[in-house]
């Protein structure tokens, strides 16, 4: 079945440490996006990237970094400078401007904590 | 700059009744994407309803259906039949055409109460 796979489903992460969240989609969307959920709001854009080998900051990239090598993957690190990391982070993906693709599809989501 | 509001923070519907959820939204454009998404206490996001600007007809998707108000920069979320799974915070959102970046409003938390 097609679809968007993001894990882990829970981390764990260490005071100055470094972790990579994956997602993967089998939609054969163009487009992918990273966005950041804390307690009872809303999703606020951390990256997005439109096409292989780009990206671009959203409104709270900086403790962040991705990568975008493969089409079906889009991988976010969260690192040492993201003082406050404990968040529920969700994956999703379109193809813009293609009618009805204008949609995202969203992954499960990881959650992240701070030991 | 777009922005989308929500401006009902919870809101509480009885099983089997009818309940409306706000979303307003600002923007210069004049062609673009509205959207309903759903999110139970599972965390997934699920998209609710999809509306496209320059459509008169109001969407529905089963017991779900929008007020769709382009002058009012309006778009409201009406649930018919509320049923104790639609329990979850829903989300409005925006985009504009030919666009990647998704506006959301900060969402409504809905209780179906038995």
């Known amino acids: 079945d097609g679809g968007i796979t993001q894990s882990p489903k829970y981390l764990f992460r260490k005071e100055g440490q470094n972790v990579t969240l994956s997602c993967e989609q089998n939609l054969n969307h163009d487009a992918m996006y990273w966005y950041r959920q804390d307690p009872g709001q809303g999703l606020r854009l951390i990256y997005y990237s439109q096409i292989v080998n780009d990206f671009q900051k959203g409104d709270i990239a900086e403790g962040y970094s991705v990568s975008r090598e493969k089409k079906e993957s889009f991988p976010l690190t969260v690192t040492s400078a993201q003082k406050n990391p404990t968040a529920f982070y969700l994956c999703?993906?379109?193809?813009?401007?293609?009618?009805?693709?204008?949609?995202?599809?969203f992954g499960p989501g990881t959650r992240l904590l701070v030991l | 700059a777009q922005t989308v509001t929500q401006s009902q923070p919870e809101m509480s519907v009885q099983e089997a009744e009818t309940v409306t959820l706000s979303c307003t939204y600002d923007?210069?454009?004049?062609?673009?994407?509205l959207f309903w998404y759903k999110q139970p206490p599972s965390r997934q996001m699920i998209l609710v309803i999809r509306q496209e600007a320059y459509k008169q007809q109001n969407a529905t998707e089963n017991r779900f259906s929008v007020n769709f108000q382009k002058a009012a920069k309006s778009f409201s979320l009406k649930i018919s039949d509320s049923q104790l799974g639609d329990t979850a915070m829903y989300f409005c959102a925006f985009i504009k055409y030919n666009f990647n970046k998704f506006y959301f409003g900060s969402g409504t938390k809905l209780n179906v109460k038995p």
């Open positions: 999703a993906s379109s193809t813009p401007g293609q009618g009805n693709q204008e949609t995202q599809y």
């Open positions: 923007t210069s454009e004049n062609n673009y994407y």
